[in-house]
């Protein structure tokens, strides 16, 4: 990066960067405001039994079919289990892509201000000073 | 308790600041070594009325749901309403075992002051 400095230039790019930071930060915002909206919902190959998870792995709601209350109490156990996985999974899925979109949208980041960019400041104030 | 103001974030090299701030260096080789511990940990929830215990993974995934003798005799909607409040209090009980963990592996890192760091700071954002 060209680091000329001078108090115009100087205040230019901190805007940028500041603006840069913003809109990073947005995103970010966005990006929690999607996983807060993610549901994932589950169901069991009968239909008898259905499982929602909130985007935090959260199970929120389950719901049994009157049919589903005549299985017995291990075989509604290991069906219960599949189904708040698979909601899981399902919420899971979704967070994850969003996650995705968010590294790539924030991947242009403008890179940190390097060595050079401070010592030729420093350097500017000494002459001004001298 | 130690107080909270003026935490360096590159961690305190006196060690009479005591407990002041966590080495960032010393919580990175405690979470590589702690890691497994981490990973083992399980949560267990059980219901009001005992009938249903959900057991969860670290993370909070589901790992077993085991209903009890008499949860067949519990309406359905009632049982569904106990699935759920066993997942959560098993995914609770991962969370404060996992946090316990995280305190005892390091002296003066307290991960809700963590967490309520992180936040204040993006606030200000």
Redesign the interface.
């Known amino acids: 990066m060209h680091t000329t400095p001078s108090p115009e230039g100087d205040a230019e790019l901190m805007e940028r960067i500041l603006g840069h930071?913003?809109k990073m930060?947005r995103t970010?915002r966005e990006a929690q405001g999607g996983i807060e909206a993610v549901v994932g919902r589950g169901e069991s190959a009968d239909g008898l039994l259905t499982a929602v998870s909130d985007g935090?792995?959260?199970?929120?709601?389950?719901?049994?079919?009157?049919r589903?209350?005549r299985l017995d109490?291990?075989e509604?156990?290991?069906r219960?289990?599949e189904v708040?996985?698979t909601a899981?999974a399902c919420s899971l899925k979704q967070t994850r892509e969003i996650k995705e979109r968010l590294l790539a949208e924030t991947d242009h980041m403008p890179q940190p201000l390097g060595e050079e960019f401070v010592s030729d400041r420093i350097e500017q104030i000494a002459r001004n000073l001298g | 308790m130690a107080s909270r103001g003026g935490r360096e974030p590159g961690g305190s090299t006196d060690p009479a600041a005591g407990r002041e701030a966590a080495p960032a260096d010393e919580m990175l080789a405690w979470a590589e070594s702690a890691r497994e511990d981490l990973d083992g940990v399980t949560g267990l929830g059980e219901s009001a009325s005992g009938q249903v215990q959900v057991t969860v993974a670290a993370q909070g995934e589901v790992l077993d749901v085991t209903l009890g003798p008499r949860a067949l005799r519990l309406d359905r909607v009632t049982l569904a309403e106990e699935v759920v409040a066993a997942a959560a209090l098993a995914q609770q009980d991962a969370a404060l075992k996992t946090r316990a963990l995280m305190r005892e592996g390091i002296p003066g890192f307290d991960p809700d002051e963590v967490v309520a760091q992180v936040e204040r700071l993006s606030s200000l954002l």
Not at chain 1, 56 to 66: K, Q, Y
């Open positions: 930071y913003r930060m970010l935090h792995g959260r199970i929120s709601e389950v719901a049994l079919d009157p589903a209350m109490r291990s509604l156990g290991r219960l289990t708040l996985r899981q």
